[in-house]
């Protein structure tokens, strides 16, 4: 897959998250897999279309994904993965995916984006055709996978 289309997302999760209150951004190994990304608890999408399609794929424990929804919501507890904390996760990932694409828009790679999908049921999601390029991160010291899938 090509660096330039893959580098504007991780470049967007490295300035957005630090703007939504997360102290420690930390990449880890790259890593990749062939269609289909493991829903880890909790699983959230966001597909591309246009002259780039594809998905853009977070997933983590459902542990993880309340301490980081609190963080989004400033501060606020969240003791249950409620629709207000899905809510506040989804978001987190339409603004790293809506930074990216707006990236690759002005380099001339046309990108849309549907509405981010959560999933805390389905054990697998294909997220491309063929391979795609994952990304650890650890997000405050709480670690999360992201598939990029690009057709």
Same mark, same amino acid.
């Given at each position: &897959?090509?660096?330039?289309? @893959? *580098?504007? =997302?991780?470049?967007?999760?490295?300035?957005? %998250?630090?703007? !939504?209150?997360?102290?420690?951004?930390?990449?880890?190994?790259?890593?990749?897999?062939?269609?289909?990304?493991?829903?880890?608890?909790?699983?959230?999408?966001?597909?591309?279309?246009?002259?780039?399609?594809?998905?853009?794929?977070?997933?983590?424990?459902?542990?993880?994904?309340?301490?980081?929804?609190?963080?989004? &919501?400033?501060?606020?507890? @969240? *003791?249950? =993965?409620?629709?207000?904390?899905?809510?506040? %996760?989804?978001? !987190?990932?339409?603004?790293?995916?809506?930074?990216?694409?707006?990236?690759?828009?002005?380099?001339?790679?046309?990108?849309?984006?549907?509405?981010?999908?959560?999933?805390?049921?389905?054990?697998?999601?294909?997220?491309?055709?063929?391979?795609?390029?994952?990304?650890?991160?650890?997000?405050?010291?709480?670690?999360?996978?992201?598939?990029?899938?690009? *057709?």
């Amino acid at each position: &897959m090509d660096a330039r289309l @893959v *580098n504007p =997302f991780i470049t967007a999760l490295s300035i957005v %998250l630090p703007q !939504m209150g997360f102290k420690n951004v930390a990449r880890g190994k790259l890593f990749s897999g062939n269609q289909f990304i493991d829903n880890q608890g909790v699983l959230i999408n966001v597909a591309l279309i246009n002259n780039l399609t594809g998905n853009f794929a977070f997933t983590m424990t459902e542990e993880s994904a309340k301490r980081l929804s609190s963080v989004i &919501m400033m501060g606020t507890p @969240v *003791n249950t =993965f409620d629709a207000m904390a899905q809510s506040a %996760l989804c978001e !987190m990932v339409n603004i790293v995916a809506s930074n990216a694409a707006t990236s690759l828009n002005k380099e001339g790679i046309a990108v849309n984006l549907v509405p981010p999908a959560l999933s805390q049921t389905a054990t697998k999601l294909k997220i491309c055709d063929t391979n795609y390029i994952g990304i650890e991160m650890v997000i405050d010291e709480l670690p999360v996978a992201i598939g990029i899938g690009l *057709n």
